[in-house]
């Protein structure tokens, strides 16, 4: 089948891998030069089946309250006049009772073990490096109260499979060493061994080469403009190439990969796909004194950081990442958040990294109410989606797109998830319309 994937993000470009190993002829299409030059550039780095906690969840009606108007809150909605974000609102809000909380961790755990494993898998394959780490995730604690709410969530995993182990502030700094600084403030921590961390930009691009090589086609610098259906279905892909020029492009199957920007191509089509941009902030810093930095990829629960180390020949560097802002499609730096991020690194590891060279970033997550993302089928027959991923899209590309593309080629996948539009499950969760 010759098919199109609309978005060379991690999503796009794991998609692109899988179809093509099916033995499909795949084009990428793009409208930035290079694969993952959006929110797939600069994120936390952590492949983190353990981090399944959802944002909605029985205690995020009180906190984002409480953070509303807190410039430099870890999850700050600014209210707009947008339908779209007021509706994303609404539904976030169905999602924080227990019941939905608890299905909602089952689909992120069992949809993160499956993709880590078939990471591992890709890993060994293609041998693809990406100044990966497989040193676990640790995720510390500062409130005794957070703390002893987080272990309920972390009982949930370990009975589906997640192997999220409580362990007390002195294990937690014989784990990461680099943590002494704060062992007064630590009230406890959660480890999972088997999580793993790398520079996502690097392994979409490594991979991306790879792809090339096996024959996919990337067609780089063409802005997409729309869909077009005939008959029931897609008929063609409408875009601007990289010359300026109209074209389209046809093919059997289409995948919609594009991030925060999926919906606006699927809404003209009646799709109308519960995504809304949640905006987050990474920092980037070279490692000035490596006894002081960290080795294990680290989860900050209080300030809602996550950190990697990111370790090759080309250098040592510290990528610290977080917080999110639901306010449309702004992506500007906001220098109260860049401060607090800095100010919280030099707190933890003083001396670790050179702030004076600190490289500021924001990407638009592409987030669910549920934190699900949306993989599977559409009410057009040959349109596909592998969108939604939010704050786990790295965690969760390798296993999306390898069921994303057992689901084009008519296969079940292997995962136990709610696929959309799938006899199980209904069509794409569709936001009532505006
Ligand atoms: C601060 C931050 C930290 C994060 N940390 C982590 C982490 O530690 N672990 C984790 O698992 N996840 C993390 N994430 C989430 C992860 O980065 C995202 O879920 C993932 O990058 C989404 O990938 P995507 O392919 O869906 O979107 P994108 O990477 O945005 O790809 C979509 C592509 O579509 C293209 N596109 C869009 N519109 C058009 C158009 N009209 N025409 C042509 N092309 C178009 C874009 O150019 C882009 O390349 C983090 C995100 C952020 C922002």
Sequence with gaps: MRVIVLGAGLLGVTSAYYLQQQGHEV?????????????????????????AEPWANPSAPLK??????????????????????????????????PERTRHNIR??????????SALQQLRRDTGIQYDQRTQGILHFYTDPKEFDGALGPAEQMR??????????????????????????????????????????????????????????????????????TAGGEIDHVELTNAEGRFERMRGDAYVLAMGSFSPLLAQPLGIRLPIYPAKGYSVTLPVKDARLAHQVSLTDDEYKLVFSRYTSAQGDRLRIAGTAELNGYDRNLNQVRCEAIVRRVEQLFPG??????????????PATPSNVPLIGRTQLPNLFLNTGHGTLGWTHSCGSGKALADIVSGRVPEV?????????????????AV
């Design 27 to 51: 084009t990428v299409i793009d409208r930035q030069a290079t694969p993952g030059a959006e929110t797939s550039f600069a994120n936390g780095g952590q492949i983190s089946v353990s981090h």
């Design 64 to 97: 984002v309250l409480q953070w509303l108007g807190q410039e430099d809150a870890p999850l700050l909605f600014r209210l707009r006049a947008d339908m779209r974000q007021w509706l994303w609102g609404l539904s976030f809000l169905r999602n924080c009772t």
């Design 107 to 116: 689909q992120i755990v069992s949809l993160g073990t499956y993709s880590r």
């Design 159 to 228: 009975q589906l499979g997640c192997e999220r182990q409580v362990i007390s502030a002195d294990e937690a700094v014989r784990i990461e060493p680099a943590l002494r600084h704060i062992r007064p403030q630590l009230a406890g921590a959660t480890y999972t061994a088997e999580d793993e961390s790398g520079d996502a930009n690097l392994f979409v691009r490594e991979l991306a080469k790879l792809c090339k090589q096996a024959g996919v086609r990337f067609q780089m610098g063409a802005h997409i403009t729309a869909l077009r």
């Design 352 to 365: 670790a990294g050179d702030t004076t060279r600190a490289e500021f970033w924001t990407g638009l997550r």
């Design 416 to 432: 136990d998830f709610a696929f959309t539009g799938m006899p199980q499950t209904p069509q794409p969760r569709l936001l009532p």
